[in-house]
Nanobody, 112 residues
Framework: QVQLVESGGGLVQPGGSLRLSCAAS????????MRWYRQAPGKERELVAS???????NYADSVKGRFTISRDNAKNTVYLQMNSLKPEDTAVYYC??????WGQGTQVSVSS
């Protein structure tokens, strides 16, 4: 079964950190670019970060310098390390294997 399963979301105070994980199965993970998106209430889904099969990375301006995307092909997993979190980072975060499948999403809430 082709699927992505996210984990690692939760409630964190401003300035804190979280690491999201996305475990892939049912397809050849190493041959696909991977992306993290997020969707806040009442807003459109936006691309947060992407990583190519060669580990080239790109970030939204709003998270540059704070978030880091990485992948472990041996574990079929992509990560999103989020530091210096802000209330405006609050959203449901989705993992995406480009052209293949979406994860179910994991909630990240940043609040004091």
């Amino acid at each position: 079964q082709v699927q992505l399963v996210e984990s690692g979301g939760g409630l964190v105070q401003p300035g804190g950190s979280l690491r999201l994980s996305c475990a892939a199965s049912g397809f050849t993970f190493s041959t696909y670019a991977m992306r993290w998106y997020r969707q806040a209430p009442g807003k459109e889904r936006e691309l947060v970060a992407s990583i190519s099969t060669r580990r080239d990375t790109n970030y939204a301006d709003s998270v540059k310098g704070r978030f880091t995307i990485s992948r472990d092909n041996a574990k079929n997993t992509v990560y999103l390390q989020m530091n210096s979190l802000k209330p405006e980072d609050t959203a449901v975060y989705y993992c995406n294997a480009v052209g293949v499948v979406w994860g179910q999403g994991t909630q990240v809430s940043v609040s004091s």
